[in-house]
C-alpha cells in the first residue's frame, strides 16, 4: 500500500511541476505544500517510517548540495571574492541580522540565533537561476551581480554552517578543540578543493558515462560519511566536493546528473514538508509574513548597492535586488537539519513558512518590475 500512495505522491510531484513550468514559476513551495498535505497533521497523512523520511532527506540534501558546488568552480568563487566581497559584506549585515535578532528575542539561544540568520541571509540559487534562464538574462549585468552575491552567499553559509552545528550539538560547555576544527577543516577543504581540483576529476574521468556517473554518487556518499565523521554537515561535504569537481569533468557532470538537481530538490522538500506539522505553521505564519517583507526589503537595498557599485542605472539595480528576493535550497537545508534534532522546536516551522512565502514573494517582485531600463 505504502508504494500505491509513494507513486501516487510522485505522480502528482509531476504535475506540480507541470503547472509549475505552465505558470513559469519555481516548483519549489509547490512541492513544500505537497509535504505539509501529506505529512502529520496533513489532509491525508501517509504512515511513512521515520528512518525512511530521515534518510531520504538526508540523501536529498547531499544530492542538492552537490549539484549546488557544481555550479562553481574555484575560479569563478576566486572572482565573485574579488569583486563583490564588500557587497558581501553588506549582505550579511542586512540579511543575516534580521534572523539573528529574532532569534535572540524569542530565547533560542546563540546556536539557533545564527542558524536563524543563515536561513534570511542565503539567496535560493536554484529560484535565482531560474529566473535567469526563464527571462533570457543570461548576459546581463544585473544578473551577473545576483549570481555573484549568491555564489558568495553559499560559501559564507558552508563556512558558517560547521562550527554553528558544533555549537548547537554542545551546549552545554562547549570544547574549544572540536570548535577549531569545524572552523578550519571548512577552510581547508576549500583551499584544497581549489587548488586540486583537477587531480581528483582526472582520477575519476572516465570515457564511459556509466562510469563516471557512479563515481560521482560514490564520491558524494563519501564526502558526505566523511564530513558527518568530522563533525561538519554531511551536506556541506558534498557541497565543497562539488566545486572540488574541474572541468571538463564539471560539464559532463552537469550534463548527466542535471536532471537530479530536480529530482533532489523535489525529495528534499517533500520531506521537509512532510516533517512539519502544517498545525504549527498557523501560529507562526503573521511573523513569518513580516519577515518576508521586511528581508524581502533588504535584498531589494542589498542588489541596489552592489548594483550601483558595478555601474549599472535605472531599473537593473530594482532587477538586481529582486532576484535574490527568494530563499530555497540552504535555506531549507538548515531547517532540515534542525528538524532532524529537534523536530517540535518554532524554528522549523517558522523557516518552513519563510522559505514557502519567499520563494512565492521573489519571482511575483521580479516579473511586476519593467523589463528594461
Known amino acids: 500500500m505504502i508504494l500505491v500512495e509513494l507513486g501516487a505522491i510522485f505522480l502528482g510531484l509531476a504535475l506540480v511541476h507541470r503547472l509549475a513550468h505552465r505558470l513559469a514559476f519555481s516548483p519549489i513551495p509547490l512541492v513544500l505544500l505537497v509535504g505539509l498535505a501529506f505529512g502529520e497533521g496533513g489532509l491525508l497523512a501517509l504512515r511513512l517510517s521515520e528512518p525512511f523520511v530521515r534518510t531520504t532527506a538526508e540523501i536529498g540534501a547531499l544530492l542538492l548540495l552537490f549539484m549546488l558546488g557544481l ?15 564588500p557587497d558581501s559584506l553588506v549582505d550579511a549585515f542586512l540579511n543575516f541580522t534580521p534572523g539573528f535578532l529574532l532569534a535572540l528575542t524569542f530565547g533560542w ?8 540568520g543563515g536561513v534570511t541571509f542565503v539567496t535560493s540559487s536554484g529560484i535565482l537561476a531560474h529566473l535567469i534562464d526563464e527571462l533570457g538574462w543570461e548576459g ?3 544578473a551577473r551581480v545576483a549570481v555573484s552575491l549568491s555564489i558568495l552567499e553559499d560559501l559564507l553559509i558552508a563556512l558558517l554552517l560547521p562550527p554553528v552545528m558544533v555549537l548547537f550539538f554542545r551546549t552545554n560547555g562547549v570544547a574549544v578543540g572540536p570548535l577549531l576544527l569545524s572552523l578550519l577543516l571548512p577552510v581547508a577543504a576549500m583551499g584544497i578543493a581549489i587548488r586540486y581540483g583537477q587531480v581528483l576529476s582526472r582520477a575519476i574521468d572516465h570515457e564511459n558515462e ?15 560519511g ?33 536532471p537530479v538537481r530536480d529530482l533532489s530538490a523535489t525529495v528534499f522538500f517533500l520531506t521537509l514538508g512532510l516533517r512539519t506539522d502544517p498545525g504549527l505553521l498557523l501560529p507562526v505564519l503573521p511573523l ?7 528581508t524581502g526589503l533588504t535584498k531589494g537595498l542589498t542588489g541596489w548597492i552592489a548594483a550601483h557599485r ?32 529537534l523536530p517540535t522546536v518554532t524554528f522549523v516551522p517558522l523557516a518552513t513558512a519563510y522559505v514557502l512565502l519567499s520563494a512565492l514573494l521573489g519571482p511575483l517582485v521580479v516579473h511586476r518590475l519593467p523589463r528594461e531600463g
Open 71 to 85: 555550479e562553481y568552480s574555484g575560479r569563478e568563487l576566486w572572482d565573485a571574492l574579488r569583486a563583490h566581497f
Open 109 to 116: 539561544g546563540l546556536p539557533l540565533a545564527l542558524l536563524m
Open 140 to 142: 546581463r549585468a544585473e
Open 210 to 224: 556509466a562510469v563516471l556517473l557512479l563515481s560521482l554518487f560514490g564520491l558524494v556518499l563519501l564526502a558526505g
Open 226 to 258: 566523511i564530513a558527518l565523521a568530522l563533525r561538519i554537515p554531511a551536506a556541506v561535504g558534498a557541497f565543497l566536493l562539488g566545486i572540488a569537481i574541474s572541468d571538463p569533468v564539471k560539464e559532463r557532470a552537469r550534463r548527466l546528473i542535471g
Open 288 to 294: 513569518a509574513v513580516l519577515l518576508t517583507l521586511a
Open 310 to 341: 558595478a555601474g549599472i542605472r535605472g531599473w537593473a539595480r530594482a532587477r538586481t535586488g529582486a532576484l535574490l528576493i527568494a530563499r530555497g535550497e540552504l535555506s531549507g537545508v538548515i531547517a532540515g537539519l534542525v528538524g532532524l534534532t
